[in-house]
């Protein structure tokens, strides 16, 4: 086909401020230099957001509810689309257009005992899964991730293709403007983990694993600092906010441990920059994004030998089991003090980090869809 129009739903972007939207936004930028595709960005003109407390919850669910299985389909008709791209896993049942969806992982079928069982049942598998299902492509972002959603959500094997996440330019960008400066933090004096604080993000093992480092490796290790950069998870299943806080509390560990709160996307690449080490011991991801942004900022990268993240990181980060609280402190130690294996990883991240660019995802995923349409 030589002239395509491809619609981009990016209702997430009024809702999201994470992983996934620096994924969206970098996808549209590489998307709209294709000189022979009419790119139709599709959002709402109405809040997605309604506010806290369940009766809202419930109204915002409704809401989303309305604009993608509803009037998303609507507009396709009208500005008659080519072809739809969902770049998360919210995606129209029926479209009049092909359509292709982005399934980043299978978390919540894979941990579903942090979900709430109605939603669950009577939103996720009716509306969710099974739009999923009958998507005319399904792109994911591993082939670990690939696996799990092939499995868990019952999909066609045929339909899926794994295109890597790229690194957000903002992260190569050698001008970087100075960070906002947040308290209690010196230049590589802290490890940084990113994330938000949801049950598979590990965190509580994380604070533990600190807190044996910093009684092990004594006057070594005393200026550094435990930075969590993120927010609490929105699902009340899956957050851990007042269990992070309890333990720092009882591990007393509140002058060694900032809670950054939600960092800006501009102020993220500095703060990754000034770390000595990101550690990313997570239970469960289809990609994990700090892996490749620690890459890109030549800093040493400790993460987890399980699901995606030995692909991900290849041979440039180290590993260590997320469920054993005193290897994630060991191999902390030895990232801290090992000077040649800090240097070894850092020099493997910038090779690895190559092997990761949007441009070549937005290629890959065009390939596919231009072969759909025809």
């Keep these: 086909m030589e002239y395509m129009r491809l619609a981009v739903d990016t209702h997430h972007l009024l809702l999201e401020h994470g992983g996934t939207k620096r994924v969206t936004v970098n996808i549209l930028e ?7 595709i009419e790119l ?13 407390g369940v009766t809202k919850k419930i109204s915002g669910h409704i809401l989303r509810f309305f604009w993608v299985q509803i009037h998303l389909p609507i507009l396709c008709l009208r500005k008659k689309v080519d072809f739809l791209l969902s770049p998360e896993y919210y995606t129209p049942v029926y479209t009049n257009c092909k359509r292709a969806v982005i399934a980043h992982d299978a978390h919540i079928r894979a941990q579903k005992e942090y ?14 899964e099974r739009a999923i299902q009958k998507a005319d492509l399904i792109f994911t972002v591993s082939q670990f991730s690939k696996k799990q959603i092939v499995q868990l959500m019952g999909l066609d094997e045929g339909k899926v293709r794994v295109v890597y996440n790229g690194i957000d330019k903002c992260f190569t960008n050698n001008t970087i403007m100075g960070m906002q400066e947040i308290s209690g ?9 990113v994330g938000t604080f949801e049950a598979r993000k590990n965190i509580e093992r994380l604070i533990e694993a600190f807190a044996i480092f910093k009684k092990s490796s004594g006057k070594k290790g005393s200026n550094i600092k435990l930075a969590i950069a993120g927010k609490p998870s929105s699902g009340i299943f899956s957050d851990r906010n007042k269990e992070i806080n309890d333990l720092i509390s ?7 441990i900032v809670l950054c709160g939600y960092v800006p996307d501009a102020d993220l690449p ?25 890459f890109a900022s030549g800093v040493p990268v400790l993460t987890s030998n399980i699901c995606s993240m030995p692909e991900i990181a290849g041979t440039a980060a180290l590993l260590s089991d997320p469920y054993k609280t005193n290897d994630i402190a060991d191999k902390i130690e030895l990232l801290m003090f090992d000077k040649p294996l800090r240097e070894r990883l850092i020099a493997a991240g910038y090779e690895r980090i190559k092997e990761f660019t949007w441009e070549y995802n937005a290629q890959q995923m065009l390939v596919d869809i231009r072969a759909t349409v025809i």
């Design 115 to 128: 979900i709430n069982p109605i939603w669950f049942y009577c939103y996720y598998i009716p509306f969710i």
């Design 30 to 36: 590489q998307i709209k230099q294709i000189p022979d």
């Design 250 to 256: 009882r591990l007393e560990l509140k002058k060694e």
């Design 40 to 52: 139709i960005e599709l959002k709402p003109s109405y809040s997605l957001s309604i506010g806290n």
């Design 185 to 193: 933090l010196t230049h590589k004096e802290y490890i940084l983990f």
């Design 270 to 294: 500095q703060l990754y920059k000034n770390a000595c080490m990101i550690v990313f011991p997570s239970l469960y991801e289809g990609f994990g994004l700090p892996i490749i942004e620690g």
